[in-house]
T-cell receptor, first 115, second 109 residues
Framework: DAGVIQSPRHEVTEMGQEVTLRCKPI?????LFWYRQTMMRGLELLIY????????DSGMPEDRFSAKMPNASFSTLKIQPSEPRDSAVYFC?????????????FGSGTRLTVV | GENVEQHPSTLSVQEGDSAVIKCTYS??????FPWYKQELGKGPQLIID?????GEKKDQRIAVTLNKTAKHFSLHITETQPEDSAVYFC????????FGAGTTVTVRA
C-alpha cells in the first residue's frame, strides 16, 4: 500500500486566494482525520470523517475552512479566503477505527504558506 | 478535553546512551497512549503504543511505561543511534487523539 497520499506537498498562495488540499486515505480505512501543525499550537485535530461522513468539526478554526469527503478514497480541505495565519503544515491521517485498538497513519503533509 | 504535557522539549544524547521522554495527561478516561516519531519533511509515524490495561510494553530498543494512577507515561529509547534523531510526540486518546507538544531528540555521534 502506498500509504496516505497528500497533495500538493507545498503550496504558496496570496492572501485572499482559495486553497484546496487533497488526501487519499489507505484503502479500507473507515476514518479520516485532518490535522494542522504549527510551532505555536502543535498538532491540532481539525475534523474527522467516518465512512465519508463528517463526525466532529469542532476543531475547524473558522467558517473559512471546509472539508469534504465525496467518497472513501478522497477528501479535501479548503480554505477560502486564505490568510497569512493559516500558514502551517496540514496532515491527513487515516485509520481502521477511532479508538484504542487502532493506530493512525499520517500522510507526508502539505506545507501551506500564505503571503 | 484532554490536555497532554510533554517534557523535555529538546533532548541531546550521546550515541549509545538512553533517552527518556515523559508525558502527563489530564483525563482519567483516556485509555490509549501512542507515541509517534516525526522525521524532517515527513508525517508522524506510529512507533509504539500502550493501552490502559498494560503497565509496560517493549519493542526492541523502545519501551513505554504507563502509570494510570499518576496519569503519566514515558518513552524510553536505549542504545540510541543517529537515526533516532527526530521529533517524538506522545498522545492520549479519550474520545479523540490529543498530542503533546513534541520533543526534539538529537543523537550526537
Amino acid at each position: 500500500d502506498a500509504g496516505v497520499i497528500q497533495s500538493p506537498r507545498h503550496e504558496v498562495t496570496e492572501m485572499g486566494q482559495e486553497v484546496t488540499l487533497r488526501c487519499k486515505p489507505i484503502s479500507g480505512h473507515d476514518y479520516l482525520f485532518w490535522y494542522r501543525q504549527t510551532m505555536m499550537r502543535g498538532l491540532e485535530l481539525l475534523i474527522y470523517f467516518n465512512n465519508n461522513v463528517p463526525i466532529d468539526d469542532s476543531g475547524m478554526p473558522e467558517d473559512r475552512f471546509s472539508a469534504k469527503m465525496p467518497n472513501a478514497s478522497f477528501s479535501t480541505l479548503k480554505i477560502q479566503p486564505s490568510e497569512p495565519r493559516d500558514s502551517a503544515v496540514y496532515f491527513c491521517a487515516s485509520s481502521l477505527g477511532r479508538g484504542a485498538n487502532y493506530g493512525y497513519t499520517f500522510g507526508s503533509g502539505t506545507r501551506l504558506t500564505v503571503v | 478535553g484532554e490536555n497532554v504535557e510533554q517534557h523535555p522539549s529538546t533532548l541531546s544524547v550521546q550515541e549509545g546512551d538512553s533517552a527518556v521522554i515523559k508525558c502527563t495527561y489530564s483525563d482519567s478516561a483516556s485509555n490509549y497512549f501512542p507515541w509517534y516519531k516525526q522525521e524532517l519533511g515527513k508525517g508522524p509515524q506510529l512507533i509504539i503504543d500502550i493501552r490502559s490495561n498494560v503497565g509496560e510494553k517493549k519493542d526492541q530498543r523502545i519501551a513505554v511505561t504507563l502509570n494510570k494512577t499518576a496519569k503519566h507515561f514515558s518513552l524510553h529509547i536505549t542504545e540510541t543511534q543517529p537515526e533516532d534523531s527526530a521529533v517524538y510526540f506522545c498522545a492520549a486518546f479519550d474520545y479523540k487523539l490529543s498530542f503533546g507538544a513534541g520533543t526534539t531528540v538529537t543523537v550526537r555521534a
